[in-house]
């Protein structure tokens, strides 16, 4: 396939995996892009030491390119911005706050930059800024989210910029990414369908939530202190809601949350942030990597009629506003 996408990353298919905090290391990323699509090392809250280690072993795994993501709210974000350099990583994707103190560094460096965003004015913002791409998520992802569906900002977003639009949020299967191309996205990013792939090493308790959750699981923590996530239903999050509706203070709320990913990841999927976007429930199968972006790319096909790089050629040609 050639859209702007895949000629931009340098990749077979327009497929990003999602950075799933503590989740996506070196073999699920270098999986991810082994199979043509691009894997994400997820680096938030990760040290130096563990991101070498993980670049290291998604480059055992494939040549291909593959990217890291900056949590830019992480104490460490300068120097894991640093370390995208050093490493030679070709991405680099970012959240929670902006990229412009290191914008130039990474440009010198040859990096591409693609800002996940969640409205479109920071998505015409990151442009200005320099950016290749941004990934516009809308709230049906799972974990940090914002307001605004999938269906209403892509088209929101694509309208907005002039560089190419990826789609994230409630993406699972060949139906999701047709629908992200025909609201004008040119590339798709996929987390909750990745969670129970064979490359993935997350708890097997965290894998089999997923694969049993229905479409009214999911709910939303986190909005007391600004910081929306959306996860899977468990004691947690119901304790979570609750004080929440208590009016607790932020400092008692972030103390609660404080070391709950880390739980679920052990796989206390009962007492820890178990996070997933709503489309967990239509995730039924685990599969590998390779067979998820082969599959998705080929009911997407079949369903449209026509090939994927029609449908973003049509997309790259479009009027902005």
């Not at 699509?37 to 795994?61: D, F, M, N, T």
């Not at 494939?62 to 490493?87: H, K, Y």
């Not at 998505?123 to 791409?133: K, N, P, Y």
Request: contains cysteine.
């Amino acid at each position: 396939m050639r859209t702007r996408i895949t000629e931009l990353l340098g990749i077979q298919y327009p497929v990003v995996q999602g950075a799933m905090a503590r989740i996506a290391d070196g073999n699920l990323a270098g999986a991810v892009s082994a199979a043509g699509g691009l894997g994400i090392i997820a680096c938030g809250g990760a040290s130096p030491e563990w991101i070498r280690e993980q670049v290291a072993r998604a480059r055992e795994l494939t040549g291909n390119p593959i990217g890291i993501n900056v949590m830019l709210m992480d104490p460490r974000a300068a120097e894991v911005a640093e370390l995208v350099c050093e490493l030679g990583v070709e991405v680099v994707t970012t959240g929670a706050g902006s990229p412009a103190n290191y914008m130039g560094m990474w440009k010198e460096a040859g990096v591409k930059v693609v800002p996940v965003v969640a409205s479109s004015a920071l998505a015409a913002r990151m442009e200005r800024l320099g950016a290749d791409a941004v990934v516009a998520e809308g709230t049906e992802a799972g974990g940090h989210i914002g307001e605004l569906t999938t269906m209403a900002l892509i088209p929101a977003v694509t309208a907005a910029v002039s560089i190419p639009v990826i789609g994230a949020g409630g993406i699972v299967d060949g139906r999701g990414m047709l629908a992200a191309f025909a609201l004008g996205a040119e590339g798709v990013q996929c987390g909750t369908r990745f969670l129970t792939v064979e490359e993935c090493g997350v708890h097997e308790a965290w894998k089999e939530k997923v694969l049993k959750a229905k479409d009214s699981d999911t709910i939303v923590t986190g909005r007391g202190t600004g910081h929306p996530v959306r996860g899977l239903k468990n004691k947690f999050a119901r304790e979570c809601r609750k004080m929440e509706m208590a009016a607790q203070s932020g400092e008692e709320l972030e103390g609660m949350y404080a070391g709950s990913l880390a739980r679920a990841v052990a796989g206390d999927v009962e007492n820890g942030s178990v996070m997933a976007g709503q489309v967990a429930a239509l995730v039924t199968e685990r599969g590998c990597a390779a067979d998820v972006i082969a599959e998705m790319v080929r009911e997407a096909e079949a369903l449209a009629g026509r090939s994927l790089d029609e449908v973003a050629a049509m997309n790259a040609g479009r009027e902005r506003a």
